[in-house]
Every structure is written in structure tokens, then in C-alpha cells.
């Protein structure tokens, strides 16, 4: 190395810093689309659905996984439909009956899917790539 020359290797920090960065942006990105799968919900008679959209951020090695979705069992049922409506065809045929717990008893088909957490994604790519771009941005700076 040429005299009065010192190299620093920062590339530990470096990453480090990516990594703090890329859950940062991880979960600003997962906190736009909750709001936007909450806003897209069928709310019903409780509004427990949309109540019960949460998001989680995990590290898995170098990999940054986030999550955004309902612990309710009924919430597959509400994106993906029932019965003779469920979408592709996946659902059982010919109806069946059910007891509400007061005792009465219905039949039914099934119900339309009311897809709620794939377009809160899917509509937002964009929004999601800006928010991302501007946690990196803001943290960055040509430093």
C-alpha cells in the first residue's frame, strides 16, 4: 500500500446498517399494506376481520421475510369463497346445511369470494417500491 495510505474495511457495519435498513423498510412496506387490506375488509356485523389484520417482519439468515394476514380461520374462506362460488372451482358442491349457535338451521351454497389481502399487494406495487426506495434514501445519503 502506497505510503500514507490506510484501508479501513467498514464492510461489517456496511452490512449491518443494510440489514437494520432493509427491516425498516420491510415494515413501513407491510404497515402500508395492512392499512390497505384492513380498508378493503368486509367488516360484518363485528368487524373482527378487519380488526384481526396484523403484519409481522422476520429474519431468516439474510433474508428478510414479511407477513400480512388474519390469524381468523374464516378469513380464507372470505378471500378465497365457499362452496359452488369458491374461486377455481375448489369448493364443495351442492350446498349444505348448517345450526347458527341459537339453534336455527340454513342452507346454503356458499359465498363469493371477497378477496381482501392479494389487492391490498397487488394494486400497491408501486406505493410499496417508493416506500422501500425512500427507507434506503433517507438513510443512504451518499455518506
Request: no cysteine.
Amino acid at each position: 500500500m502506497p505510503k500514507g495510505w490506510d484501508f479501513q474495511d467498514n464492510s461489517k457495519d456496511l452490512k449491518k446498517q443494510l440489514n437494520n435498513v432493509s427491516e425498516e423498510a420491510m415494515e413501513a412496506a407491510l404497515l402500508f399494506i395492512e392499512g390497505q387490506a384492513k380498508s378493503l375488509a368486509p367488516v360484518g356485523n363485528s368487524g373482527e376481520l378487519r380488526d384481526k389484520i396484523d403484519h409481522q417482519v422476520e429474519s431468516r439468515g439474510k433474508d428478510i421475510i414479511g407477513k400480512v394476514g388474519s390469524p381468523l380461520e374464516h378469513a380464507l374462506y372470505v378471500e378465497f369463497g365457499t362452496g359452488e362460488f369458491a374461486e377455481n372451482g375448489a369448493g364443495r358442491k351442492g350446498g349444505w346445511s348448517y345450526q347458527d349457535p341459537s339453534g336455527e338451521w340454513f342452507f346454503t351454497w356458499g359465498q363469493d369470494p371477497q378477496p381482501f389481502l392479494r389487492p391490498a399487494f397487488r394494486r400497491n406495487k408501486g406505493n410499496i417500491k417508493k416506500i422501500v426506495g425512500n427507507e434506503y434514501g433517507a438513510s443512504f445519503k451518499g455518506k
